[in-house]
């Protein structure tokens, strides 16, 4: 879980590069790079190591709605909210998603709340608020960009209370596999509509096929196995705690790379959402 965390911690470093360095990219171009080259690494390995378990028919339904919300939808609305904003301010709005996955357990499959949770949520969001001030108090943050990551929040969760139910099937290794390949076809015609036209302006260097490798093979391939090996071993909700070190991983990597410079609002609401997360999870 640790490892995973780092991962996505590194990808908003790595995707907010991405968009410096290449102007024509689009987060559907991106995001299609990155499922392709984590289909080719995923799918062969696990063959070859005999671990690939064979998809049921009648579970294919069950696996269209998890593509879909991750990495489909999820990839799209994290990619362009990346592209607005900050990546510590991209990856602490998403680390709020344990903090609302009771929420969404609470609703759907009708446990009770903790009041911590909601005491927990009320920190965080003002946290998030104030990583979005800048010394004068103005708001600094791209409203869009913080819409599109908000809605993440929300795919995220809807993505969790699915998994739950095919964890006990497949072993986690096959279902990232399925997920990213089956979104992949979700992708492949989206890009040829819409984006085709992008292709010829990239620059096809190292620097950015590094990038879109590791985001395929560590963000997406290797980071959601460690993920959903946690979450069958450890449940849901204890997995998803270790996602509260995402945004650290993010805005330690983002100022020693100079990506970004480190301010007081931000540390100070780096904080309070830390402590809003961590309080929400607190157990007895």
């Given at each position: 879980m640790i490892s995973s965390a780092g991962f996505w911690g590194a990808s908003f470093i790595f995707t907010k590069g991405l968009f410096l360095t290449e102007e024509?990219?689009?987060?559907?171009v991106i995001v299609t790079f990155r499922l392709l080259i984590a289909s080719v690494f995923t799918i062969p390995t696990l063959m070859v190591w005999k671990r690939l378990q064979r998809l049921d028919l009648k579970d294919l339904p069950m696996f269209l709605v998890l593509a879909f919300f991750e990495p489909f939808i999820y990839s799209i609305l994290?990619?362009?909210?990346v592209s607005l904003v900050s990546s510590s301010l991209a990856s602490i709005i998403i680390a709020t998603i344990p903090l609302f996955t009771p929420f969404g357990i609470a609703l759907v499959y009708k446990e009770k709340l903790p009041w911590v949770a909601i005491v927990g949520a009320v920190l965080s969001m003002m946290g998030i608020?104030?990583?979005?001030?800048?010394?004068?108090?103005?708001?600094?943050?791209?409203?869009?960009?913080?819409?599109?990551?908000?809605?993440?929040?929300?795919?995220a969760v809807c993505y969790t209370l699915v998994l739950v139910k095919v964890l006990d099937k497949y072993p986690p290794l096959t279902i990232t596999a399925y997920q990213n390949l089956l979104s992949l076809l979700y992708f492949i015609p989206l890009v040829l509509i819409i984006n085709r036209d992008v292709f010829p302006l990239l620059s096809y260097s190292w620097p950015m096929f590094g990038r879109l490798i590791f985001l395929g093979v560590f963000c997406s391939t290797v980071a959601y196995m460690g993920f959903n090996v946690g979450i069958k071993h450890l449940g849901a909700t204890s997995a998803s705690v270790y996602n509260n070190l995402i945004p650290v991983f993010t805005l330690v990597l983002a100022v020693l790379i100079g990506q970004e410079s480190l301010s007081l609002m931000k540390v100070l609401g780096m904080a309070v959402v830390l402590v809003g997360l961590f309080l929400a999870q607190k157990r007895k």
């Open positions: 024509a990219i689009t987060p559907v994290e990619t362009s909210g608020v104030v990583m979005m001030l800048g010394p004068d108090l103005s708001f600094e943050a791209n409203p869009r960009g913080v819409f599109y990551l908000a809605m993440c929040v929300v795919v």
